[in-house]
């Protein structure tokens, strides 16, 4: 199994990335899949989950920011953010559950850095 998380960079505040990440050996419709970020000396928080039958859930700090998306036929999940800040600055990293085994897996990390 395996997590390749992509689409982090620099922006300036008020502009826009997407995030990508790639699922393989997975049947990926039996994962809940979700962003975490981690910013410099904070703990890792989550910013939003899709289930495996699309539904979503946000961070306060995000919500009609970042939109959670999954695309099952291309084993990819995305976190479009928009309006980004200084404050979104941060490692944002993907997590599958597999809702049957309860396994976890990570991606490794994109770096997203807003300017101000």
């Known amino acids: 199994v395996q997590l390749q998380a992509s689409g982090g960079g620099l922006v300036q505040a008020g502009g826009s990335l997407r995030l990508t990440c790639q699922a393989s050996g997975v049947i990926f419709s039996r994962y809940t899949m979700s962003w975490y970020r981690q910013a410099p000396g904070k703990q890792r928080e989550l910013v939003a989950t899709?289930?495996?039958?699309?539904?979503?859930n946000y961070a306060d700090s995000v919500k009609g920011r970042f939109t959670i998306s999954r695309d099952t036929l291309k084993n990819t999940v995305y976190l479009q953010m928009n309006s980004l800040n200084p404050e979104d600055t941060a490692v944002y990293y993907c997590?599958?559950?597999?809702?049957?085994?309860?396994?976890?897996?990570w991606g490794q990390g994109t770096l997203v850095t807003v300017s101000s």
């Open positions: 899709i289930s495996s039958g699309g539904s979503t």
């Open positions: 997590k599958g559950v597999n809702t049957w085994s309860k396994s976890v897996y």
